[in-house]
Structure formats: structure tokens, C-alpha cells
């Protein structure tokens, strides 16, 4: 079809769609036709979402779903609001505030992930003349060598033509240990005379140093895969204007949701919804952004945007949205290629979470997407999206909060019927959650973002409104990794609001009961307020499980690798074998059944992969039906690097290989159930020992 | 429920609405008027008792005016005990005569108190003041002390008066404004009434219905006159001989001893032609009875009547611009004075299509005056509308003597009707210990507006509670020039009755007594391009019977039919979600309970589309439709009566009346069929989901490519 007439079917389609959806929108109805649109409309969705699983549908139901949605913003705006001067009246803007927010991150939400960018690999040139130099940096500045060490030595082993890669540890923390580690594994160091800026200034501070074309960033405790590089940087040379390339941020260990309430690897964590679908689908228009670490930058186009922002806490979105403003493109690629340490501790999260939200909020205050050049409207929509979404603190704690008005103090915030909120409201949510589902299931299940904003909605409402009106406060804290927790404890310090919030929506649920057993309140406006109660006390529940800390006793978890391996024993009698799992510390391996060997006899280790073999000395601690046990003695620095490269730098390392199960919203709000009230049974049993002071996220540095 | 929660607070909280003194009740009177019966319930004795801190109570009630009274008495029924408040008498006085003084040892279950007849007239005033040991401030009692009274009734006992022959005396001897609730005015026609004289009986019907404003019946006489007072149209010499009376002259109006019955009088209308009929009755509808005196006249020609506009009539307020409260009956004096609660009323008529969709509510700036003296509390004043509660003023800086407040209120679209009652309920905490020196006012200031300007004319038909409150569309143009009237043949004076009676109302709503533009019996006249009001059932009416397949319910002499109306667009029916076969299998289970109902049934007109046709069917007054009906939806398309019950359902398809834009009328459309809106959501989703996924497509092969877009 000529694209004249291609575009004109286009707008004709476009138009008469619009014309029915905004039909669909403003047409009053009474409750009753209400009711029965509602149902028609998600008999239909359901049915549709059954039969096809194309695209087409899926774009079908995120249109139904924002329609049915602005339907009901559209009764909330025409019907519900009064003007009569009463604190009812003042609440109800309250709720309709946050609702609307909500309504505008739905929206957001559903145009970011409309579309993943299926990006691949660009292959390099033959001729690694042509390959670009790059320089890789790994800023540290509190973390234990012993985290730091495995992420120097996987740099130091990325495939890259020598003479065109260099590694450099910038030390803030000016350590001794960390000169002279930097020296033996031939990597260079770099420390400044100040701390300003914290981990921009840093960067900074290097990148004054070092004439990289290209620069590759890693967080201290990010171990890169061997192919790194070769993966990455293909796109440099297609697309001279390409700015970064972003890669996931993968965690080999169990943040505190997944340990808390034993979700590891049985769902998806926090992160796998943003890089395995946000991020990949920002980069369809071209917004993917800098997360600080996994990520391979251009210096020109880093030189040309005043270099890593200082602006903020966040300093890599801010660095990328400085550079698209520069006209410069940015690319997310969803290979993991590094792997890192969760957060150690509910307190650690949380703490970086809030730097997270400050800076996002900084972010949309000085730098706001929407405002100032060079963006195209999908980027500013997109980044829009990125940086409102940590304003949910305060909607959070409303919609927390909203239901008890009525049980408790006999406040109506919302001007209409209450069957007339339901008939509107209930297509609205229903809706949503089944579209979320299907967009972003494989990735998040339903309901889990309700309990991990949840968590963290009170700790960031003040930072990010704080950001809002005085964006310069607050600093740069430092989140802690690699430590372990000894024993189980409540982490009171962090539960504690959310124990007030519990405590109100119970009194709420029980205000309410009371009142329909005296038949001193409203049938309806109860009823709906209860069940409002009853879902924010099973969210609620969960939040204060994940404040149960497991115990966790590996410094270094194991991580599950299967490679052809040799044992050396100590008579020199060498057996096959294969591991199963591998740690820095020691490793587990499948040998022959018959094998016996005493615990603590010493060995030695060869591991066969992609890198050079060199025997590591081990001890076994213990041994049986096939499965040896071994702790590794003391290693060289080559050793060490073997071991690094065997466990974290197999280009497959961290390649998924399972597909996750779909998404089913019942079952996911039921595990959210039997996971928050089974974990506070377990606490209630276990009687926990008083609250452990746990040190909270480290102190902030000034930027 | 929460209004109704709000309207039970301010039920408990407020004091009474009126004194009864203000609020003058129209009491009952016996079937044949000889004996009077005037309850103090009636004349609202139960809101005056509320919180009342007066010691005086007074009650203004009437006589008839063409009776004399020969006897009179009052009963009264006491508490038992008695409210423990320091009663010591109660003293009675009629018309400021003391008529008793009951010491409290006589107050006992029931006591009852002869009244000389002499003192009473046709306008009276009861008094009662309770005399108490526990006087407060200001000669003020316990509220509790008049709860002492639970009930009593004035009885009088009349006789006749002989009235002059006077047509000003008119609508006398067959209503009295005053006392008469409903009346019943006999009317005699031909023996085969003209179209012509029907029209012409509708029209004086129509000036009883307007200038009494009470439930009227026209029991119909065909050729013979009943031995009552009676209306007689006459529109030839040969009519008028047949009825015994004088043969007419040119057109005339004479009030008339009855020939055959001593003491009753005759209205007679006539002409030699049906023209000069037309002309005598034009007369009395034009220019009222009182511009006549003596008994009778010979009418010159009446000025040819304004052509009538679409909702306007002079008992409705015009839409189209704001309504000023000033300019309602009463508006610029609504006030209520003194510290015993009270209530401020405006009532006014909007046009019935006036049409608010699809805004909820209309906005009502309120604005008030308070005057209150020194150290005396702010009043509670809390709105309604129609019943329903809007809200309660807030409180105002009493900085001044005089302090004026604004508050927009909100008044949902449901609520508005063709007859409006906006209350302001003033209520004064703790009355009984204020004495002051100078008297409270509240003020509802007449530049208050009702904000309706932006609103149009436009009405979901059929609608039967419209119909019944306020005759619409009928009533759309008053003078009734769009209105056809299709009876039974033979004709039937209980049918005639009927009509009659709805036209009075009718006149009553609009303050135009109109003449239809036809009134026959011609199975054709179905053809003409009018609503139509359609009296029979299918076995006397050819029309009722052609288009019976069109309506809710059929009736075919004692049966009535129920059924699945016939559509041109039946498919559209399935979109309603089941709202029609839900309201007919309601009918089927409701209607079985009800003795030989009257029906009202409402449908588009077959041929015409956006008229509406009513066929009425039964026996007895229009007022047995008038009043709360049973029903589910807001609107009706049948309405049956039976034994003072009335049950409303929607059973047939929807149609509107008016014009609407092309958008407005979309929405319209789709709201009545809620399940369309389902088709065309998804296809409107479907047709952006297409360009989104293509969109999507080539935005992906774009950045993928080299040198793709940004």
C-alpha cells in the first residue's frame, strides 16, 4: 500500500478508535447499566485474553484496560467531588489525588512497556584494531576487599584486545590494603585528594585520567562475564551516536523479599521486572538510562555532558538524560553479563531505595523530562514515568489509610454511592491487574509490587517530597553488601510503622464489624470499606514479614555451576568429577559413588572451562553418596582469578534457562497471603529475640 | 443511604417546620356536606408541637362558604399522663373569643367543647394557650408541655346557603377554593356530543382544573340533567330544548337556578352553534369569573389566544437563563422570623423536559441574610430539595447585626422535577432559654439563583411520572394545540369523565385551560401528526386495538394483556441488558395482586415517531394515578392504579423528545443501551490496537536499523 494511503487509513483508524473509546468514556450510566457494562466488558476482556495470545490482544486489553480506567476518572471528576467546606470534602481530594496519580502512573506504566526492543549483540569487526579502548572502573569506597577482589580480577580477565583494555579501582575509601591489592593484580588505582560528590565525583575524578574511547563501569561487587565487552560494545561502532549500553543488574544472591519470604528463585525479584521488561522497552524509544554499573559509556558523549551528573544521588539516570538532551542515544541490551550482591539486609534496601527515590525526585525538580530541549515526546514520557514513579510514596499511604475513615470516624471521602464506587472502581482495578498481568507477568507477579512499594512507601514519602521543594538536601549513602546475618531477627526499627498501619486497619476492620453487628453504619459504605480493609492487612501482612530477617551465614553464597572437574588427591590419584555448585570459599561436586575420602584431607581442584586450568588446594569437609564438599585453602592471586573466572565469568553464566511459569493474579495474591501470614505465625511461634540493633545504610558523604 | 441518614439527622434535629399559624391545612369534609370535619392533624398540630416553647398555638381553618353553620364543637384527647412540665389550664378561644379554660384535673383522655356556631365564620382562627407553673424567659414553656395534646378535630354542622346567581361567585357552588381538597363538577353534554363541544368541555374543564388548583371529577351527563348542581354545555337550540332550557341566543354564560332541583344551580355555557359555544367558553377561560358579575353574560369575542411556545406557560419558570429565586411565587420575601425553629419553602415549576444529562448536578447559589440579636446563637440551617438533603449552611462571622453568607450547593438531576420545594429548615438550639429583645430573622435573599441556563429541552419518553405530575409532553405547549384526544365509540361518560379530569389537571400544571386539537372518536385521527391521549381499551377503541402490539399492556375489557411490546428495531432491545423482560415478568408477579387497576400506558407513536401516545383506561378521576408509585427505574412506560396503590414499570423501548446534538444525542443513545457500549469499545480498541502494533513494528525495525530515528 503507497504510504500516503497507508497513513490516511492510519489516522481514519485512529480517529473513529478514539471517537468510540471517548464514547465509551463520557457516557453516563445509571448503576445498574453500569454494573452490566462492567461485566460485559470484562466477560469479553477475559475471553479474548483466552483465546489469543498475540500482540494484537495484548494492545487491546492495555486499551481497554486505560479506557475502562479513564472511565472512572472521568465519574470522579463529573460526579463525585463536592464543594461543601468539611473535612470530608478535604479527604476526599486527598483520595482523589492519589488516585489520579495512580491513574497517570498506569498510563506511564503501560506506554513504557508497551513494546520490548528484541535488541541483539552487534558483532564486532574481524580486525581487533578497529575495536574501540576502553577503560573499565570500579569505584568502591566502604565495601570489604574480599567483594571487591572478584569483581578486579573477572575485569581483568574480559576478552579484549590487550594493549585496549585497562582497569582502574577508584578507592574512595583510600585504603592501604586495597594499593596494594590494585598492584598485585596489575590493575590501576586511583584515589582523589576529596570525597565530593561521592560515587559521580569519583567517576569523574577518573575519567579526568584516563583516555578510554569508551569506559565501562562496575560497581564493586558486579562481577562481569569474559564476553562483556565483545557483547557491548558492537553497537558503539554501528551507531556513532550511541551513547551507552546498558546491561541487567543480576544478583546471585537473595535480596530481603526473596530470603524473607523464601521467594528465591520460586518467583521473580524486584529487579527482573525493570530490566527484563521496563528497560527494554524505554529502549524502543530510545530511553533506556544509566543504572550505574553493568553499563559501557562513550567518553566523547560523556565529555560532552558535563560527565557523570553531580546533581543528584542518582547519578546515572541523570548522566543518560543529560546525554539524550545532547541528541546522543542510549541502548539497553538484555544479556546479563555481570552479577552482583543483593542488598544484605531489609534496613540496606530500604536505605537504597530511598537514595533512589531522592534522586528521582531531584531528578524530576531540577531536571524534569518534561521541560528544557532535546527529547523527543516519547523520551520525555518515558523518563517522566522513570522519575514520577517514586512519588507513590505518599498516594501509597492514602490508599493504606482511606478505608478506615468510615469505620473509625464516620467520614465519607467519597461523595457517591458506594455501589456506584464499586460499579466504576471495580472494572477500573480488575482491569488493570489482569492487563499488568499479562504485560508484565513473566517478570513480576500480580499483587508483588503492592507489597514492595508498600514496604518502602513510608521511607521514601518524606525524602522524595523533601526533593520536591529543596532539592539540593540529602546526600549519597553507601549500600552494604557482602555481609551476613547470624541469626533471625525482627527488624523492629523498620517494621515499626508499618505495625501502626496494621494496627489502624485492624481497628478499622473491627470498628467496622461492630458497627454492622449494632446496625450502627451504612451496609454498603461498610461492606466495601471492610473488604478495602481486609486487602490492605493482607499486603500489610506480608510487608511485615519481610521484616523477619532470615539468617544467612555465606559471606559468598554458592553459586550453582556445572563444569567438567578433576580431583587430585593426596596419594596423587585423580578422579573425575563435576561440580555442582561454587563459592569463593569452597564447592560441591558430584563424584563417584564409591569415592571416599576423609574429611579434612587435603586435595586439589581443576576446573575445565573457558579459562586457564590451574589446580586449586582444597580441603574436604565432607563426603557422601556422591557429593564431595570442599573448602578451598589459601589462594594465590591467579588461583583466585581461576576461581572467579570459573564461578562468575562464563559468558553463559547467567543465562536463564528456565521459562517462568505464567502469571496467574489469584494464585499470586493467594501465595502474597499464605507467604505474609505463615511468616507472622512463624515469628509469633518462634518468639523472636529482641530487636538487634542492625546498622543502617551508611552514612551519608556529602556530594 | 447516606442522604437518608443525612435526612433522618436533620429530621431529629430540626424544629418544627412551621408554626401551624402560617400554614393554612385543608381539612375534610363529609360526603354530603352537612357535616364538617376539621382535624387538628390536618392543620398540622404534630409539627407545631415539635420543641414549640410558645404558650400559644393558633390554627386558621375554614368553613365552606356556601353553607351556613348551624352547630359546632371542638374534641380534644390529652396525653396520658400528662408531661410532668407544670400544666395548670388550657384555655381555648375561637376567632379571639374565649370558647374554654380546661384546668389541668379536667384534662383528661377526651374533652369536648361546644362552640357557638355564631362566632364562627368562613375564615377562623383556633387558639390554644397552655398556662404553666414553670414559666421561662420570656413567658416561655418546656417544649415537652405540648405534647400534653395528642389529638382533636373542629366539628361543624351545616346547612345550605342559598347563593345568589352570580357567576363571580364562581368556581362556587361546585368547589370552594378554601375548604374543598377535591370536588367533583358535574358536566352535561349533548346526547351525541360535536367533536367541537367536546373541545369546548375540555376547556371549561380545564379552567376548573386552573382556577381551583383541587383534584377535580367531571361526572358526565349525556342529554338528561342530574339533580345537582351541574355545568351545562349546550351548542344548539335543539340541545337546549332537550334539557329543557331556554333556547340560546348567541353566545352566552348564565349561572341558573336548577329547574329540577330546588337549592342547586346551573352553569350554563351555550351558544347556537358549536362556534358560539367555543366563544362563551373562551370567555370564562380567558378572562376568569371574577370579570364577570351577575348571572349572566353575553361574551364578546375573546382576543384571539398568544400563540403558545414550546415549554413556556405561566406557572413555569423559562428555562434558558438562571433562576433568581426572587422571581419564583413568594421569592423576594422568604424569611423566617422569631427564635422557634421554623422552615423557609420556595416552591416553582421548571419546565418538565428541562434536561440536566449528562451533568449530575445542578448548581444552587445560595444566599442568605441572618439578623439576629445580641448574644442570641447562629441558627442550624440545613437545605432540601425535594426531599432530599443538599446540606447545611455553614456557620457566618456575626460580626454585625446583619450578616450575609453564600454557599454553592449541588442539587442532583434526579431531583429536579417539574414541581420544586426548596426548604431551608432554621432551627435554634436551646430556643426555650433565649430571650431576646429584638426578633431573629433569617432571609433566603432572592438574588439566590438556581443555575439552569445552560440546560436545554430535552426528555427521555415514555415516561409516566412525568406524565402524571405534570402532563408532559401534553403540556409542552400549553394551550394543548399538540395534543389529540382519541375516545371509545360509542362515547362513554365515565371516559369523558376521565378526560376531563386529566385536562383540569393539566390546566393546573400550566395555568392554560387549552382545548386539544381534536377530540374524537375516528379510528383515523391516529393518523395525525399529535401526541395523543387515548381512553378505552381494545374492545371499545379501534385504535387502542390497532396499536396494541406497541404496548406494555393491553387492556381488552377485564383483561389485561401483558406483553413484550413490538419494536421496528428489535435487535436494539437486546442491548438494553434485559431491562424490559426484567420489568415485565416484575408487572406479570405485581399486577396479579391488584383489583380492576386503572392503567395508564405510554408508547411511542407508531406512526410518528418522538410523539408519544397515552392510552388511559379505567374508570374514576385522574387523581387515582397521582402519587407515589411503586417502581425500580425512574421512569414508566405503564402505570396501574387499584385501591389508592400505584406500581410503575418500564417494560417497552426508550425514545427521546427534543432535539439533541449529534454528540449529546450519541451519548444519549448509548446510555440507553448500556450493553452497545461493549461492541464499541472493542472495536475502537481494536482498530488502535492495529496502528499501535504496526506503529510499534516499524519503530522497532527503525532503531534496529542503522542510523535509525532517535
Redesign the interface.
Known amino acids: 500500500m503507497p504510504r500516503p494511503l497507508r497513513l490516511a487509513a ?1 489516522a481514519a ?2 480517529l ?6 471517548l ?2 468514556v ?4 445509571s448503576l ?3 454494573v ?2 462492567g461485566a ?2 470484562l466477560l ?1 476482556a477475559l475471553a ?1 485474553g483466552r483465546m489469543h495470545r498475540g ?3 495484548t ?2 486489553m492495555v ?2 484496560s486505560i ?1 475502562v480506567s479513564t472511565r472512572y476518572l472521568f465519574w470522579r471528576f ?2 463525585t467531588l ?4 468539611r473535612i470530608e470534602t478535604a479527604l476526599g481530594i486527598v483520595l482523589l489525588c492519589a488516585e489520579l496519580y495512580a491513574y497517570g502512573m498506569l498510563l506511564l506504566g503501560d506506554l513504557q512497556v ?2 520490548r ?3 541483539k549483540p552487534a558483532p564486532l569487526p574481524p580486525a581487533t584494531t578497529h575495536w574501540p579502548t576502553v577503560d573499565v572502573f570500579i569505584p568502591t569506597y566502604n565495601e570489604p576487599l574480599t567483594v571487591v577482589r572478584a569483581t578486579v580480577l573477572a575485569a581483568r580477565a574480559l576478552d579484549w584486545p590487550e594493549g585496549k583494555l585497562k582497569v582502574f579501582l577508584l578507592d574512595d575509601g583510600k585504603r592501604d590494603a586495597f594499593r596494594a591489592f590494585a598492584a598485585q593484580a596489575g590493575v590501576g588505582y586511583i584515589v582523589r585528594p576529596d570525597n565530593r560528590h561521592a560515587k559521580a565525583g569519583n567517576l569523574n575524578y577518573a575519567l579526568a585520567r584516563t583516555k578510554g574511547e569508551l569506559v565501562a563501569i562496575f560497581d564493586c561487587d558486579h562481577v562481569p562475564v569474559r564476553s562483556f565487552l565483545q557483547l557491548c560494545c558492537g553497537w558503539f561502532l ?2 556513532r551516536k550511541l551513547a551507552l549500553v546498558q546491561t541487567p543488574h543480576h544478583f546471585y544472591s537473595p535480596d530481603p523479599f526473596e530470603r524473607n519470604l523464601d521467594t528465591f528463585h520460586k518467583l521473580p525479584n524486584e529487579g527482573e521486572l525493570f530490566y527484563g521488561l521496563i528497560q527494554p522497552s524505554m ?4 530511553a533506556a538510562f544509566f543504572c550505574g554499573s553493568c553499563a559501557v559509556l562513550r567518553r566523547t558523549a560523556l565529555e560532552e555532558a558535563g560527565g557523570i551528573a553531580t546533581d543528584t544521588v542518582t547519578e546515572d539516570c541523570h548522566t543518560a538524560l543529560r546525554m539524550q538532551r545532547h ?1 546522543w ?1 542510549t541502548a539497553f541490551l538484555d544479556v546479563t553479563q555481570a552479577a552482583g550482591l543483593a542488598t544484605e539486609s531489609l534496613s540496606a534496601h530500604v536505605g537504597q531505595r530511598i537514595r533512589w527515590a531522592r534522586g528521582m525526585a531531584q531528578i524530576f525538580r531540577i531536571d524534569n523530562p518534561l521541560l528544557g530541549r532535546g527529547l ?1 515526546l516519547m ?1 520525555r514520557l518515558n523518563y517522566l514515568g522513570s522519575t514520577a514513579h517514586f512519588f507513590y510514596g505518599l498516594p501509597r499511604l492514602v490508599f493504606l489509610l482511606a478505608p478506615i475513615c468510615y469505620p473509625l470516624f464516620g467520614l ?1 471521602i467519597f461523595n457517591a ?1 458506594p455501589l456506584m464506587a464499586v460499579a466504576f472502581g471495580l472494572p477500573h482495578l480488575l482491569h488493570s491487574t489482569m492487563t499488568s498481568s499479562r504485560l508484565a507477568g513473566s517478570f513480576r507477579r500480580s499483587f508483588w509490587s503492592e507489597v514492595y512499594e508498600t514496604c518502602l512507601a513510608l521511607y521514601i514519602a518524606l525524602p522524595t517530597t523533601v526533593a520536591l521543594f529543596m532539592p539540593s538536601k540529602g546526600g549519597f549513602n553507601v549500600t552494604a553488601k557482602g555481609g551476613r546475618i547470624e541469626q533471625s531477627y525482627f527488624e523492629s526499627g523498620i517494621a515499626r510503622p508499618y505495625l501502626a498501619l496494621v494496627g489502624l486497619n485492624l481497628a478499622g476492620l473491627l470498628a467496622g464489624l461492630y458497627r454492622l453487628w449494632s446496625g450502627t453504619g ?4 461498610l461492606l466495601v470499606n471492610l473488604i478495602w480493609c481486609g486487602y490492605n492487612l493482607v499486603i500489610l501482612a506480608a510487608t511485615v514479614a519481610v521484616a523477619w530477617e532470615q539468617r544467612q551465614l555465606r559471606e559468598s553464597p554458592r553459586v550453582a555451576v556445572q563444569l567438567p572437574a578433576m580431583l587430585q588427591l593426596a596419594h596423587g590419584r585423580t578422579v573425575r568429577a563435576r561440580s555442582v555448585d561454587l563459592a569463593r570459599g569452597g564447592a560441591g561436586l558430584t563424584v563417584p559413588p564409591q569415592l571416599h575420602v576423609a574429611v579434612g584431607e587435603r586435595l586439589s581442584l581443576s576446573l575445565f572451562g573457558s579459562f586457564d586450568e590451574l589446580p586449586l588446594p582444597a580441603q574436604v569437609i565432607d563426603c557422601h553418596a556422591g557429593v564431595l564438599r570442599l573448602r578451598f585453602e589459601a589462594l594465590s592471586i591467579e588461583e583466585e582469578s581461576v576461581l572467579v573466572q570459573a564461578i562468575f565469568c562464563r559468558a553463559d553464566a547467567w543465562v536463564r534457562k528456565d521459562v517462568p511459569a505464567p502469571d496467574q493474579p489469584l494464585v499470586a495474591f493467594g501465595g502474597i497471603l499464605y507467604r505474609g501470614f505463615s511468616n507472622l505465625l512463624q515469628m509469633l511461634r518462634a518468639r523472636p529475640p529482641a530487636p538487634k540493633p542492625v546498622p543502617l545504610p551508611a552514612p551519608a558523604i556529602s556530594p | ?2 442522604r437518608l ?1 443525612l435526612l433522618a439527622c436533620v429530621a431529629a434535629c430540626s424544629r418544627p417546620p412551621l408554626p401551624a399559624a402560617e400554614a393554612p391545612a385543608l381539612p375534610e369534609a363529609s360526603e354530603d356536606g352537612s357535616r364538617l370535619r376539621v382535624s387538628l392533624a390536618a392543620l398540622g398540630l404534630r409539627e407545631a408541637q415539635q420543641f414549640n416553647t410558645q404558650p400559644t398555638l393558633s390554627f386558621p381553618f375554614f368553613a365552606r362558604s356556601d353553607r351556613v353553620l348551624t352547630a359546632a364543637s371542638l374534641t380534644l384527647r390529652f396525653a396520658d399522663p400528662l408531661p410532668q412540665t407544670g400544666i395548670e389550664a388550657l384555655e381555648i378561644s375561637v376567632n379571639q373569643e374565649k370558647v374554654a379554660r380546661l384546668p389541668a384535673s379536667a384534662l383528661r383522655q377526651e374533652v369536648k367543647i361546644p362552640i357557638d356556631a355564631a362566632i364562627i365564620g368562613d375564615k377562623n382562627l383556633l387558639t390554644l394557650r397552655l398556662s404553666t407553673d414553670r414559666e421561662g424567659v420570656c413567658g416561655k414553656i418546656s417544649p415537652d408541655s405540648w405534647r400534653a395534646i395528642e389529638s382533636g378535630e373542629v366539628l361543624m354542622q351545616s346547612a345550605p346557603l342559598p347563593l345568589p346567581d352570580d357567576l363571580s361567585l364562581l368556581p362556587l357552588p361546585f368547589v370552594d377554593r378554601h375548604f374543598d381538597r377535591e370536588a367533583s363538577v358535574p358536566m352535561v353534554l349533548a346526547a351525541e356530543p360535536s367533536p367541537a363541544e367536546l373541545a369546548s368541555a375540555s376547556k371549561l374543564a380545564g379552567w376548573f382544573g386552573l382556577d381551583t388548583g383541587v383534584a377535580l371529577q367531571f361526572p358526565v351527563s349525556l342529554g338528561a340533567l342530574p339533580d345537582r348542581s351541574a355545568v351545562v354545555l349546550i351548542s344548539s337550540a335543539r340541545e337546549a330544548a332537550a334539557l329543557g332550557l331556554p333556547a340560546p341566543e348567541g353566545p352566552l354564560l348564565q349561572m341558573m337556578a336548577h329547574p329540577k332541583a330546588p337549592g342547586r344551580k346551573l352553569l350554563v355555557a351555550s351558544g347556537r352553534t358549536p362556534a358560539e359555544l367555543e366563544l362563551a367558553v373562551s370567555a370564562l377561560a380567558q378572562s376568569g369569573a371574577a370579570a364577570f358579575k351577575g348571572a349572566q353574560v353575553r361574551p364578546a369575542a375573546p382576543l384571539p389566544p398568544a400563540r403558545a411556545v414550546p415549554d413556556e406557560a405561566p406557572r413555569w419558570v423559562r428555562a434558558g437563563r438562571p433562576l433568581r429565586l426572587g422571581q419564583v411565587p413568594g421569592g423576594e420575601a422568604l424569611i423566617h422570623t422569631g427564635l422557634e425553629g421554623g422552615k423557609i419553602a420556595a416552591t416553582f415549576r421548571l419546565p418538565p423536559d428541562l434536561w440536566v ?5 445542578v448548581d444552587l447559589d445560595l444566599r442568605w441574610e441572618l439578623a439576629l440579636p445580641p448574644k442570641v446563637p447562629q441558627p442550624r440551617l440545613d437545605v432540601l430539595m425535594n426531599g432530599d438533603y443538599l ?1 447545611r449552611l ?1 456557620q457566618l462571622d456575626l460580626a454585625g447585626g446583619e450578616v450575609r453568607g453564600a454557599e ?1 450547593l ?1 442539587i442532583h438531576r434526579s431531583k429536579l422535577r417539574g414541581f420544586n420545594e426548596l426548604v431551608v429548615y432554621v432551627n435554634y438550639a436551646d430556643a426555650e432559654r433565649i430571650c431576646a429583645a429584638s426578633t431573629a430573622r433569617v432571609q433566603i435573599l432572592p438574588e439566590s439563583t438556581l443555575r439552569i441556563e445552560k440546560y436545554g429541552a430535552f426528555a427521555p419518553q415514555p415516561d409516566i411520572e412525568s406524565f402524571v405530575d405534570d402532563g408532559f409532553p401534553f403540556t409542552r405547549l400549553a394551550d394543548l394545540s399538540e395534543t389529540g384526544v382519541v375516545l371509545s365509540a360509542p362515547l362513554d361518560p365515565g371516559e369523558l369523565g376521565l378526560l376531563f379530569s386529566t385536562l383540569a389537571h393539566f390546566a393546573s400544571v400550566t395555568g392554560v385551560a387549552g382545548a386539544p386539537a381534536f377530540v374524537g372518536v375516528d379510528e383515523a385521527l391516529g393518523g395525525v401528526d399529535k401526541d395523543l391521549l387515548i381512553f378505552g381499551d381494545a374492545q371499545r377503541n379501534g385504535l387502542i386495538r390497532r396499536w396494541g402490539d406497541r404496548m406494555p399492556l393491553l387492556p381488552s375489557g377485564e383483561a389485561m394483556i401483558l406483553q413484550a411490546p413490538a419494536q421496528e428495531k428489535a435487535a436494539l432491545a437486546l442491548f438494553t ?1 434485559g ?1 424490559g423482560l426484567h420489568e415485565l415478568g416484575r408487572a406479570r408477579g405485581l399486577l396479579a395482586a391488584l383489583q380492576k387497576p386503572s392503567v395508564l400506558v405510554a408508547f411511542e407513536h407508531p406512526g410518528r415517531p418522538g410523539r408519544t401516545a397515552v392510552v388511559l383506561s379505567g374508570a374514576g378521576s385522574f387523581a387515582q394515578f397521582r402519587g407515589f408509585a411503586e417502581g425500580e427505574l425512574p421512569r414508566g412506560d405503564l402505570l396501574a392504579a387499584s385501591e389508592g396503590r400505584r406500581m410503575r414499570f418500564l417494560i417497552g423501548p426508550v425514545y427521546g423528545r427534543g432535539q439533541l446534538s449529534a454528540w449529546a444525542g ?2 444519549w443513545f ?2 440507553q443501551h ?2 452497545l ?2 461492541p ?17 513494528d516499524e ?2 525495525h527503525a ?2 536499523s ?2 535509525g ?2
Open positions: 492510519r483508524l485512529v473513529a478508535g478514539a471517537a468510540a473509546l464514547l465509551v463520557v457516557t453516563p450510566l445498574r447499566d453500569q452490566l457494562f460485559g466488558v469479553a479474548l500482540r494484537v490482544v494492545l487491546a486499551l481497554v479506557t463529573t460526579v463536592s464543594s461543601e467546606p508497551l513494546q526492543l528484541p535488541r554501528r551507531d529502549d524502543t524509544w530510545n541528541g542515544n523527543t523520551q465519607h454511592l451504612e451496609l454498603d459504605v | 443511604v447516606r441518614l444529562w449528562p451533568d449530575e448536578f446540606g455553614r454553592k449541588r441488558g431491562r450519541l451519548r448509548l446510555a448500556p450493553l457500549l461493549v464499541f469499545l472493542f472495536l475502537g480498541v481494536l482498530a488502535l490496537a492495529l496502528v499501535l502494533r504496526a506503529t510499534l519503530r522497532v532503531r534496529l542503522v542510523g530515528p532517535r
